[in-house]
């Protein structure tokens, strides 16, 4: 697994991925172009907001599975996986998150999709 860190802004997605060095999980992206997974660790003030409720609605819109949770730390996970540009738009959509939301930065990593269907709010 190989991750990366960076901060909300305009060139944050290219940053994104730039930043993730090359590591195993890679080689499910490069061996299955059609579905990507990202697992987005969601900092700022993201929770007691409807951050949760907003992921899943956009996820449904937008056509990716998994799961969004709170963690003790205060920061919301997503574990998002599908079709590359879907996975690229919910990332986005994870960035700026819902109007009572302030989202401050993400961490997101790569790693194998898992064949996960349809998407829940599990914590």
């Given amino acids: ?6 901060d909300g802004g305009a060139a944050g997605a290219d940053a994104a991925e730039e930043a993730m060095t090359r590591g195993p999980a890679d080689a499910a992206d490069s061996n299955q172009d059609d579905v990507l997974r990202r ?3 969601v900092r700022g003030r993201v929770q007691g907001v409807g951050f949760r409720m907003d992921a899943a609605a956009a996820a449904q819109r937008i056509g990716v599975a998994g799961t969004v949770r ?3 730390d205060g920061t919301v ?3 998002v996986e599908g079709a590359p540009d879907a996975v690229d738009e ?3 959509h994870l960035r700026r ?3 009572s939301a302030r989202v401050d930065g993400l961490d997101v990593r790569r790693d194998r999709p898992r064949g996960a269907d ?6």
């Fill in 1 to 6: 697994m190989s991750s990366g860190t960076e």
């Fill in 39 to 41: 697992i987005v660790r």
């Fill in 70 to 72: 709170n963690l003790l």
């Fill in 77 to 79: 996970e997503a574990d």
């Fill in 90 to 92: 919910m990332v986005e």
């Fill in 97 to 99: 998150g819902p109007a």
């Fill in 118 to 123: 349809g998407f829940r709010i599990t914590g």
